[in-house]
């Protein structure tokens, strides 16, 4: 089973809809993070929490939240969908090492 | 602040020939790290290496290598006789720190696309 996972893997919606997608993870790790990637910039970072108590917004938080329900599940929910936030979203996890492992992906689809 | 600049766009290589990915960083710590990550065309990331800044030792695994240079904040990465497989997006990413307890801004550079050609 893989140690990262992300419901739904792919998502279509519709502007104004409220919609979360669902990270967890196997691995033990404290840190989760949600990001999006876009064509041509990257991952950009939403959100990160580093444990239950601690969420942190990233650089691109604005029209999203987060609930860190328990060590291995990290939520992330678009209040109010735009079709700006079509992208590619992933969750990961890292130790204190910083590596991150990624979640297979979400793909959201907002007409 | 810290920065990921990964000139190749893109880049197309016939089968057997090497090609290296050019990563090339900016930062005002003297303690981070760097990696490289692998995006295949299924999506899915993957963690290929960390290199901690105390270490320029240059890293190979397999027909993967890893060359270190702190004097030209580089880190590339060669992939000798490229097959199909390799095709895939490749980011370069730096994280500063670590610090005690603080989290360590991790931040990807916009990747290079490799097309491996049969």
């Known amino acids: 089973d893989a140690d990262v996972t992300q419901t739904p893997r792919n998502r279509i919606t519709k502007t104004g809809k409220r919609i979360m997608l669902e990270c967890s993870q196997t691995k033990g790790h404290d840190r989760m993070y949600w990001y999006r990637q876009d064509p041509g910039l990257g991952l950009r970072l939403i959100y990160y929490?580093?444990?239950?108590?601690?969420?942190n917004k990233g650089e691109i938080s604005d029209g999203y939240s987060v609930s860190r329900q328990a060590q291995a599940k990290f939520s992330l929910s678009l209040e109010s969908a735009i079709p700006n936030q079509t992208a590619l979203y992933f969750c990961?996890?890292?130790?204190?090492?910083?590596?991150?492992?990624f979640g297979p992906g979400t793909r959201l689809t907002v007409t | 602040a810290q920065k990921v600049t990964q000139a190749q766009t893109e880049i197309s290589v016939v089968e057997k020939e090497d090609v290296t990915l050019d990563c090339v960083y900016e930062t005002r710590d003297t303690t981070y790290y760097l990696f490289w990550y692998k995006q295949p065309p299924s999506g899915e990331l993957v963690f290929l290496i960390r290199r901690n800044s105390f270490d320029e030792q240059n890293e190979i695994s397999g027909r993967y290598s890893w060359n270190f240079q702190k004097s030209t904040s580089s880190f590339n990465f060669t992939i000798t006789a490229s097959q199909v497989v390799d095709s895939a997006v490749y980011f370069c990413?730096?994280?500063?720190?670590?610090?005690?307890?603080?989290?360590?801004?991790?931040?990807f550079g916009t990747g290079t696309k490799l097309q491996v050609i049969p």
């Open positions: 990413a730096l994280s500063e720190g670590p610090y005690s307890g603080g989290y360590q801004k991790v931040t």
């Open positions: 929490s580093f444990d239950v108590k601690d969420i």
């Open positions: 990961a996890t890292s130790d204190f090492g910083g590596e991150q492992y």
